[in-house]
C-alpha cells in the first residue's frame, strides 16, 4: 500500500471514530476530497479488516476492535507507561489530582489522570494545560484559536475566547499557571517538553495545601519524566 493510500485510510479511520454519529460514505468523500468510488474500497477495506461496520444505508460506525485498539495504543504509550510508574505515587501521597497531557486535534489526550474529587477542567479551551501547552510550544495566538475552533462549535469558542486568550498570555509569560477556584480548590500546570512532545502536569487540591512543597515535588517530577524520556530515546538511538 502506498503512503497515499495510507494517509487516505487513516484520514478516514479518524472521521469516522471522531463522529460521535454514523457517518455517511458522501460525507465522508465530501470532508476528505475524495471520490466516491475511492471511499467505497476504502470503507470496505476497513470493514473486511474488522474496523468498521455497516449500521445503515451507505453509513458506518467503528468497531469495539477500532476502540480497543486506540484504548491499548493509548494506554501503552511510553508516555502513559512513564507517567504512572512515576506519578501514581507521589500523587496518592499527596491526595492530589494530576493530569499529565499533550494537545491533539481537537482536543486533550491523558497520558495519566487520576482525579480526587476536586474539579477538573475537561474542554480543550477551558483548560490551562493546553494554555501552558500552546505557550511553550511558541505559538500565536492565531494559531491557538485554529486549534479551538477545530475543537468545539463556534458559539462555544466565542464564549472562551477572552478567557482562554488571558490565560495564554499569562502562561507566555510565566511558563506556568495556577488557578485558585473561589478559594476552595486549586489548579497547578506546569509545562515540560519530551522529545518532540509538547506536555503539561496539571496538579489539583484543596485549600490549605502547601504549595511551596508541590512546586518543588511538581517540578521534580516533571525533571524525573524527562529523564526517563531521555533514557528512553538513548537506549532506542
Known sequence: MNS???NRVLQVLSLVACNPEPTQLKDIGLKLGLHPSMVSRIVADLIAGGLLAKVAY?????????ALLGKKAGENHPL??????ILHKPMEEMALSCEFVTVVRGGLFHFYKVYRGTPAQKFLWRSDAAAVIFAARGDEWEQVME???????EEEILNAFAFFRERFLAAQESRSLIN????????????????PTHCALSVAGTAGTDMDKVFYTCSRLTAAIRSRCKELSDRDA
Open 80 to 85: 502513559s507507561r512513564i507517567g504512572r510508574e
Open 58 to 66: 451507505r453509513s458506518v460506525v467503528g468497531t469495539p476492535e477500532l
Open 180 to 195: 485558585h477556584h473561589s478559594g476552595r480548590y486549586w489548579q497547578l500546570s506546569l509545562p515540560f517538553q519530551c522529545g
Open 147 to 153: 486549534e479551538l475552533i477545530h475543537a468545539a462549535p
Open 4 to 6: 497515499s493510500r495510507i
